[in-house]
């Protein structure tokens, strides 16, 4: 079943993710702040345990730390994410993302898992659960999950890697989830994330996405909020994705 704040997020669809990561941390608030009016309605957070792909990055005290008018969308590339989702339901999550490669036995549970735990931005808000996949798995993988998953996140990078560029056959697998997502007759939102620049965003648009993740296009330490702009207005202009919705 859908619920209204799926519905609200659709209803912000196109829409850009802004990945903090990639800004001054230091000066956060101020970071966040350059993306009043451009648009943006989401921050993306990824955290990284060093494990599951080389890098660390940041956890659930962070996240938590950020406050913000904007919506939380958490991505998990962690091993064992089980015992840590309550944690980033905690830390004020309003999406959670977890991987499938990380407990591909599992994955139906702990989809279930992120859907059962409270939102605590708002009674009102559940959790949009997500899983996502990287470059090397096949789209196919995630059918077992369509049922209950809320977003599908197809990676155009390998996670953990910097300086990557975007993998050219994110562009197939975009329609291949299309193709499932429509099959399943299900509202699921469809997610790029990884090597998003100013220059691909156009084409990116073309593959119609209803969320698209950007750090370093947004964060390149010039012009954030001039960025941002122009990344959500290409996106808006890009073409719609046909869903068949839930009835």
């Not at 905690?90 to 599992?106: F, K, R």
């Not at 789209?139 to 197809?154: A, P, R, W, Y």
């Not at 084409?203 to 330490?221: E, K, L, R, T």
């Amino acid at each position: 079943m859908t619920t209204s704040f799926h519905h609200y997020v659709r209803s912000l669809t196109p829409m850009l993710s802004a990945g903090i990561l990639a800004a001054d941390v230091m000066h956060i608030g101020e970071e966040i702040e350059k993306l009043d009016g451009t648009g943006v309605k989401m921050l993306h957070f990824d955290v990284m345990d060093g494990v599951f792909c080389p890098m660390i990055t940041t956890g659930p005290c962070f996240i938590k730390g950020v406050k913000t008018k904007y919506l939380k969308d958490v991505h998990l590339m962690v091993q064992n994410p089980i015992t840590k989702i309550s944690q980033f339901a905690e830390a004020g999550a309003d999406m959670i993302t977890v991987h499938l490669e990380s407990c591909p036995d599992h994955i139906h549970a702990l989809i279930q898992a992120i859907k059962k735990l409270k939102n605590v931005n708002s009674v009102e808000r559940e959790i949009i659960a997500g899983v996502a996949i990287n470059p090397g798995t096949p789209v196919d993988s995630i059918k077992n999950v369509l049922d209950v998953v809320d977003m599908i996140t197809i990676l155009a990078v390998n996670p953990g890697w910097q300086g990557q560029s975007f993998i050219k056959t994110t562009a197939k697998k975009l329609q291949q989830a299309i193709s499932l997502i429509n099959e399943s007759e299900r509202d699921i939102l469809l997610c790029i994330d990884g090597g998003v620049t100013k220059d691909n965003i156009h084409d990116i648009a073309q593959m119609a996405p209803d969320i698209v993740v950007a750090g370093s296009a947004i964060f390149d330490g010039k012009d954030p909020q001039a960025n941002a702009r122009f990344l959500v207005e290409t996106l808006k202009k890009g073409k719609a994705k046909e869903i068949i919705h839930e009835t």
